[in-house]
């Protein structure tokens, strides 16, 4: 009547060591840290055969497709635990060394290739490796291929692959059914008030009778849906029909669910751990009870980045309900400092250094303090400065400067001391667009010219200007739309500088001096930047005989870091107007091109790498100017802003019109970049 049950079991053993046997190809750590098995880990055939399908995939993605893998366990000393025995044969690598189609009409078997990215036949310049996910993706690559071009119904009926005998080779066969090739037949929109049913068939991009493209639909309802995003409708549905009306024609019919805009319930400001808040809101062009906007938000972000402060700056969307969102600008704070502090020889220049400290967002209120001090036996400079971007609480800007400057000795063919200092303010305009801006400087100096060497045009050119006093006024009107401070990708920032120098402010300088530089930004291919630079200036007397300082004269060459314009390849203010010695006398005229195709290396810190060719070149009057006159070159540098020091660099560039004892000559030359971003 009564009934007893014994049960035995047996357990799994555990582990005690893995040997891997036959693996040639793939070394013993990334086999075992591919089955990822650990000494005293429970050993059960479910989870043995995980770990061998693992490494199977392993040497499949290497190309091994014919792997050949087996495990065995044998009793270890320890008799609760065994050991692991994976036993390889890795088999040869295989490549994939045909592909074919069938029942391909309209496009040939390379035309079809082409539109596989990643499953490629095996070459002299590339290895056709068989990777199982990228030749699923291939396979919808293809079919991408046909509905953009019309083939909506176009579905690959079967693939197969096979092995030669010498189990090397794979051969790849697709069969296609291309199906009918169709056209955009009437297109019509339903629910939409806000907009209506031709200008939003301008943003779809399709019109009747065009041939059948899945992707351009699909990128114009994308393009429709960011019009609605734009204004705050951010639950807007689309619902779309394609209806097939005749053998080779499709319908479209768009029905749109508007709903209500979205408000701005609150803006949070995180992660800004120096910078204070209102100096980032006051970037800002949305608040809290504005519609949802998406060009402004991402206008907030641009302006936040180009404030320099931030490495990053995201945006996060947290729906609230169905009528109000919040926004998060989450940043990351950057170093926004730089120092200096360095000495050194050269025979040129004697004993050099510097000393000095520029902070850019002092104490986290955006305002900007400097102070530098370089010396060395050609050149000495004192120069202290401060900015406060918003006066009274208002997008005001005001400052001052105070700078002495020494340069001279052999290399320029006098002294020149300059003291003085100016006054500044500036305002953001919201007018023609608020990208734009206008500044205003008043300055007050004096030059004072000495120890001329003995050089007759030198000394002939430099006759009254021995000693002048400036009193200018300068107005700089300028937009800058570019995306980033550091690497911008898009954008541009164009400036049209004029300078009045007249002797009824108390200064004995009279003239007038136009400068004008733009810069583009486009993006090319991958993630290469295409640079484009333009500067032009002219300088005009205001009177007979007027005096105008060497120091405001144009100067180009090298690196020009403590006068004049950069062109590299040549010697430092070696292109324009030269005495019969080879001493610059500066031109009156300058005109200069540059094209860099800049390409990203690191992006924290920031660092890129560029290929450049300008031309450009100084001239003594605007009758002498030559457009086919330019100075050209060629080269390659790289950049990388370094916290505390700012942006640094080095350029290589080949000057092909470099004259040397009278005669063109093409000369290699090196050029170092401090603090400037060019």
């Given amino acids: 009547k009564n009934l007893h049950i014994l049960i035995k079991v047996k357990e799994f053993p555990r582990l005690n ?29 479910t989870r043995l055969s995980k770990g061998i399908n693992k490494l199977k995939k392993l040497y499949n993605d290497k190309g091994y497709l014919l792997a050949k893998i087996d495990a065995n366990t044998k009793q270890s000393e320890d008799k609760d635990k065994v050991d692991l025995i994976i036993n390889i044969n890795e088999g040869k690598k295989v490549q994939i060394k045909q592909i074919t189609f069938t029942g391909n009409k309209s496009f040939d078997d390379g035309k079809l290739k082409k539109q596989m990215k990643k499953t490629k036949e095996d070459r002299w310049w590339r290895s056709g490796d068989f990777k199982k996910d990228e030749y699923k993706k291939d396979l919808e690559n293809i079919l991408k291929f046909y509905r953009k071009n019309g083939f909506r119904d176009a579905e690959i009926v079967s693939d197969s692959i096979y092995y030669a005998d010498n189990k090397e080779d794979m051969f790849i066969n697709i069969k296609i059914n291309e199906g009918v090739k169709y056209y955009f ?109 998406s060009l402004l938000i991402q206008r ?21 309900n169905e009528k109000k969102v919040n926004i998060a600008f989450r940043v990351e704070e950057k170093s926004t400092q730089t120092a200096n502090m360095s000495a050194g020889y050269s025979e040129r220049d004697g004993i050099i250094g510097s000393l000095g400290i520029s902070m850019n967002n002092l104490f986290g209120r955006g305002q900007r303090f400097l102070i530098d001090w370089q010396f060395g036996r050609i050149y000495r400079s004192f120069q202290i400065s401060f900015t406060e971007p918003w006066l009274f609480g208002t997008p005001t800007l005001g400052g001052f400067t105070l700078f002495d400057v020494k340069r001279g000795g052999d290399w320029y063919g006098y002294t020149q001391k300059t003291k003085g200092g100016n006054l500044r303010i500036g305002r953001r305009f919201t007018w023609p667009d608020n990208y734009f801006r206008g500044d205003w400087i008043f300055e007050v100096s004096k030059n004072q ?24 006024i300068t107005q700089i009107i300028s937009r800058d739309s570019k995306n ?46 295409l640079y484009e630079n333009l500067e032009a200036g002219f300088i005009k007397e205001l009177k007979k005989h007027a005096y105008i300082s060497p120091i405001e004269m144009f100067f180009m060459g090298g690196s020009a870091l403590s006068i004049g314009t950069p062109l590299r390849g040549y010697q430092e203010r070696r292109v324009g107007p ?20 800049r390409f990203p290396i690191s992006q924290n810190p920031t660092m890129y790498g ?19 006159d330019l100075k050209r070159s060629v080269g390659v540098g790289i950049r990388i802003f370094m916290p505390m020091m700012g942006m640094m660099g080095i350029d290589l560039g080949y000057g092909f019109d470099n004259f040397i004892y009278g005669k063109r000559k093409g000369v290699l030359r090196p050029h170092f970049q401090f603090g400037r971003s060019f």
């Fill in 578 to 597: 030269l005495t019969s010695d080879g001493y610059p006398l500066g031109g009156k005229v300058k005109l200069k091109f540059t094209t860099e195709l």
């Fill in 300 to 320: 907030s972000q641009r302006d936040i980045f180009v404030l320099n402060y931030f490495a990053n700056v995201d945006i996060n969307v947290i729906p609230v």
């Fill in 449 to 472: 010219i000495s120890d001329v060497r003995n050089d007759i045009d030198l000394r002939n050119f430099l006759l009254g200007r021995d000693k002048t006093q400036r009193r200018s």
């Fill in 185 to 293: 037949g009437k297109i019509s929109f339903e629910g939409n008030k806000i907009y209506d049913s031709e200008f939003l068939k301008l943003f779809l991009g399709i019109r009747e009778g065009e041939e059948y493209n899945k992707e351009k639909f699909e990128k114009g309802l994308k393009n429709i849906n960011q019009l609605y995003y734009d204004r705050g409708y951010l639950y807007t549905q689309f619902n779309q029909q394609e209806i097939p009306t005749a053998l080779d024609t499709v319908n479209v019919k768009i029905n749109i669910v508007e709903r209500n805009p979205v408000v701005i319930n609150r803006i949070d400001i995180v992660g800004n751990t120096k910078t204070r808040e209102n100096v980032i809101r006051r970037e800002l062009k949305i608040a809290p009870g504005d519609t949802f906007s």
């Fill in 610 to 628: 560029l290929f450049f060719a300008e031309a450009g070149n100084n001239w003594g009057s605007l009758r002498e100017a030559d457009l086919f």
């Fill in 17 to 45: 060591k893995i040997e891997i046997k036959g693996n040639k190809k793939l070394k013993t750590k990334e086999v075992e840290d591919n089955l990822d098995f650990y000494r005293g880990q429970i050993i059960n055939p």
């Fill in 484 to 529: 980033r401070p550091e690497f911008p990708t898009m954008g541009s920032t164009v400036s049209l500088t004029t300078q009045f120098s007249g002797s009824f402010l108390g200064g004995t300088e009279d003239f007038l001096k136009n400068e004008l530089r733009c810069e583009w930004y486009f993006p090319a291919f991958g993630k290469f930047v």
